[in-house]
């Protein structure tokens, strides 16, 4: 199975398919990704607030999968951000992944009350420039916080990571995305179970027609919709029905009706708000 390579505003070359392991506890995750590398996936999204960096590296190292092979990305915790905090935290996050590079490297989120996040979006500028990612981007940001990067810097973020499922589909910040080059990643891309996503009859109606499930039906309407995702599961029989995704297409009428699902609402914290 080949999972299609997007490319980004800086030339490189990311699986529009990947795993997600938050909430993946530090003790099994490099069973998990190890069951995640044997289903086939090769991008990986971590952070350092997951708090299993180490683990994810081991796993990758175990594999003995060439390291242009994979894709890593981790992100910047809140109260790293800052000049000299940030690029202490991702030497660190370099040091427990035990790697030279990492694919991407994001903001986690603005957290416009410290505003410290266009300052630290120069020392990714830096990161970048000095080979430790390779590419950077942000997570959770709103139009005005990418306006305060894009003027007050050199570089248009590679990638906005967004809460982003049926319910939820951000059609104002996808479409600022396109308008900048800027591709979007979805997080929580099956609604972190945390509403009945798989009833709707959209996504009932579309699974009955092509023999698949709710879920292999959401995954293929963000694919279609040009959105990276990394949905997360323990269980290694739903890595592989989430990876199981390139045998079928949803029809436009099937988008449609799937688009139609969204009622924005939100399950995970308003950017806006969060003070974690
Ligand atoms: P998700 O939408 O991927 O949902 C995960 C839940 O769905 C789990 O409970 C899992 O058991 C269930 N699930 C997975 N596959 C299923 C299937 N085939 N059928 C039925 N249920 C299934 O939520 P997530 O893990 O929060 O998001 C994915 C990734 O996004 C995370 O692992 C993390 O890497 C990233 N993330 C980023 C942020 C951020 O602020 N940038 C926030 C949350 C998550």
């Known amino acids: 199975m080949t999972v299609p390579k997007i490319e980004l505003n800086d030339g490189n ?9 938050f909430q993946v506890a530090q003790e099994e995750t490099e069973r998990i990704v190890t069951d995640a590398l044997e289903v086939g996936y090769r991008h990986f999204d971590a952070a350092m607030i997951y708090g299993n960096e180490a683990q994810v590296g081991k796993a990758l190292k175990a594999s ?6 994979l894709f890593v990305t981790t992100k910047l915790w809140n ?10 935290a991702m030497d660190l996050s370099l040091e427990k992944l035990g790697l ?3 694919d991407l490297y994001l903001i986690h989120w603005p957290r416009p009350d410290l505003d410290r996040y266009l300052e630290s979006w120069l020392v990714l500028e830096e990161i970048k420039a000095a080979g430790k990612a390779r590419s950077i981007g942000v997570s959770n940001f709103h139009r005005p916080h990418l306006e305060k990067i894009l003027a007050g810097s050199n570089t248009v973020p590679a990638v906005n990571q967004i809460e982003l ?5 951000q059609r104002d910040l996808r479409a600022y995305g396109a308008e900048l080059g800027m591709r ?3 997080w929580g891309p099956l609604g972190q179970g945390k509403y009945d996503l798989f009833s709707e009859a959209a996504l ?3 699974a009955a027609a092509h023999g698949v499930t709710p879920a292999q039906v959401v995954i293929r309407w963000h694919l279609q919709s040009g959105i990276i995702l990394f949905p997360k599961s323990n269980s290694r029989a739903r890595m592989a029905e989430n990876f199981d995704v390139f045998g079928f297409e949803l029809t436009a009428d099937e988008m449609a009706s799937i688009n139609a699902i969204d009622r924005d609402q939100r399950v995970g914290a308003n950017p806006d708000e969060a003070t974690f």
Do not use: M, N, W
């Open 13 to 21: 070359f990311i699986p529009q398919l990947g795993f997600g392991v």
């Open 64 to 69: 003995g999968i060439p390291r242009d092979e």
């Open 79 to 88: 109260s790293d951000q800052g000049t000299d905090s940030a690029r202490d």
């Open 100 to 102: 030279d590079y990492v």
């Open 165 to 169: 499922h049926p319910a939820f589909a």
């Open 184 to 186: 979007i990643e979805a």
């Open 204 to 206: 009932k109606d579309a």
